[in-house]
């Protein structure tokens, strides 16, 4: 029997975010959907986030990945603009961790390796590298729905390898990877505020 499976990609970001979806059948990818959520007309930051996470709990209703593959946040100079980011990325994160999907991080520089072998490569490289490895007719405007389906590649590119990235089957393994953290006591955990949080629930 030939194992089956689908990849749900995402490019977070409270701009756009790009996000793709591959089904993986045995050892071949199939190109399923690839398209982004434009939050550009809204001023509000935190109702971006609300989209943010509805949109990805729209994509998992409706595509049931068996795993989702996010792309890091990169360390930038400008602090707001990380800030905002990371928090694009989280709430993407507790969406999928909400309905059990493993998540895997990637940094972009090994996405970008993944797919084209330069960790430097540019998002067009990427898009076009994309194109060719999935037959896609044409390419978005954007190029931030191909980076979500570029994170969607890599991840099936690094399936069976150990260190793949930063990986969360679900809430219980998020807190336990993330107890790990320097907020943590050499005893224990307890001043680690994701776990003491849960505890007072």
């Given amino acids: 029997m030939v194992n089956e499976k689908i990849i749900l990609g995402i490019d977070p970001g409270t701009t756009i975010m790009g996000f793709g979806l591959i089904k993986v059948v045995g050892k071949k990818m199939e190109f399923l959907q690839l398209n982004e959520l434009d939050l550009k007309k809204y001023s509000d930051h935190y109702l971006k986030l609300k989209l943010i996470f509805e949109r990805t709990i729209e ?4 595509h049931h990945p068996d ?5 890091a946040p990169f360390f930038g100079k400008n602090v707001q603009s990380m800030l905002k980011l990371g928090r694009a990325q989280g709430v993407a994160m507790a969406a999928g961790l909400s309905r059990e999907v493993p998540i895997t991080e990637y940094s972009p520089k090994k996405i ?5 072998g330069n960790g430097n490569a540019s998002k067009e490289q990427v898009a076009k590298m994309l194109q060719s490895l999935l037959g896609l007719k044409t390419l978005p405007k954007n190029l931030d729905a191909t980076d979500g389906l570029a994170a969607a590649v890599c991840h099936f590119y690094n399936q069976g390898r150990i ?3 930063k990986s969360y089957s679900g809430w219980d393994a998020f807190v336990k990877q993330n107890s790990k ?13 994701i776990v ?3 505890k007072k629930k």
């Fill in 59 to 62: 994509l998992i209703d409706t």
């Fill in 67 to 71: 795993e989702i593959a996010i792309e």
């Fill in 112 to 116: 970008k390796m993944a797919i084209t």
């Fill in 163 to 165: 260190e793949i990235g």
């Fill in 181 to 193: 953290s320097p907020t943590a006591t050499k005893g224990g955990v307890k001043n680690n505020p």
């Fill in 196 to 198: 003491d949080l849960r």
